[in-house]
């Protein structure tokens, strides 16, 4: 690994110079290190540039970490994820990704991730996004994830885009089967030029299913969010939908969530709020003795925790 990945891990996926249990290390397309473990295997695809991670039935408290890093600019990775998670399995998935751009080209990375879920299987995934450099290159994440849910299983995403993304796409899709859970916390910064989309279709198939997305943004400077989510109900099921945003100086937000209730037993809600910092909590903070500038960035920093 060279240097900027090294920063890179550090900041998105916790690195402390080296990983315990299962990993697999991507720089600019290519592996720099790989490790699997006794219930936990990690094979390159034979047709595409990328992984299949299958986890034995039974694993519980083991991680597995599939960072991915561009540490300068003209790289354009593409990489298809596959995770198989065996029945009654519990663990973490950590997939954190940094973009450096260094030059006048564009640095991007696409990750696509699915994720198939036996039977009682419950992941907690966690991914932080974050883009370095002073190069004039973009700096580009498009993340697309897709989620198959099998009957009591249950999959929490844990989302976060840091800082210095110029342009972002992020698909997530899924079905969620009988009695199966899936839990989306979403929290994007975005500031000067910056734009970012999320888009959530999520289907649920299976009697007494649940889906919670709920995300949170800033957007400062000049720049743009679009928030869009559609839960689907096709039987007795419960789904809630929430986005939260506050503007800064120039920023917009969009938010467009969605229902479909095909069941009358399918029970949909969705929220949507956006505006700016109240005006008494920088006061209580400025009383305190913090500039207006720190008061800010202390109420964003509690917002998107």
């Known amino acids: 690994m060279n240097k900027i990945t090294e920063e890179l891990l550090r900041a998105v996926a916790d ?6 249990g299962a990993f697999n290390i991507r720089e600019d397309g290519a592996c720099a290190g790989r490790q699997s473990t006794k219930n936990i295997q990690i094979t390159s695809k ?3 540039p990328g ?6 039935p039974g694993t519980k408290g083991e991680t597995v970490y599939i960072p991915a890093c561009v540490t300068h600019s003209d790289v354009d990775d593409l990489v298809y994820n596959d995770f198989y998670v065996g029945e009654g399995a519990d663990v973490l998935i950590v997939a954190g990704c940094g973009v450096h751009s260094d030059g006048e080209e564009e640095a991007r990375h696409n990750g696509i991730h699915r994720f198939f879920l036996k039977k009682g299987a419950h992941v907690v995934y966690q991914e932080k996004h974050l883009g370095t450099g002073n190069g004039k290159g973009l700096r580009r994440i498009d993340p697309v994830t897709d989620v198959y849910l099998e009957e009591d299983s249950s999959l929490e995403m844990d989302t976060v885009q840091i800082r210095g993304v110029d342009r972002t796409v992020r698909k997530t899709t899924g079905v969620v089967g009988p009695r199966a859970k899936l839990v989306v916390r ?27 997305l709920i995300s949170r943004s800033v957007a400062k400077g000049n720049s743009h ?5 559609c839960i689907k109900g096709k039987t007795r099921c419960t789904g809630h939908s929430e986005c939260d945003a506050i503007l800064s100086d120039n920023g917009t937000v969009v938010a467009q ?4 209730a095909a069941h009358i037993d399918a029970s949909l ?11 008494e ?8 003795g913090l500039t207006e500038e720190e008061a800010e960035a202390r109420i964003v920093e509690g917002f998107l925790k």
């Not at 969530?257 to 479909?260: C, D, V």
């Open 186 to 212: 979403e929290r994007l910064l975005t500031d000067g030029e910056e734009t970012a989309r999320t888009d959530f279709d999520v289907t649920m198939e299976g009697e007494d299913s649940g889906v919670d």
């Open 46 to 48: 034979k047709d595409l």
């Open 225 to 229: 969010q679009e928030f869009l989510s």
């Open 51 to 56: 992984l299949d991670i299958h986890i034995q």
């Open 257 to 260: 969530p969605a229902l479909e």
């Open 15 to 20: 690195f402390k110079g080296n990983f315990e």
């Open 281 to 288: 909590q920088l006061l209580k903070l400025r009383t305190l």
């Open 269 to 279: 809600i969705h929220e949507a709020a956006i505006g700016k910092i109240a005006g």
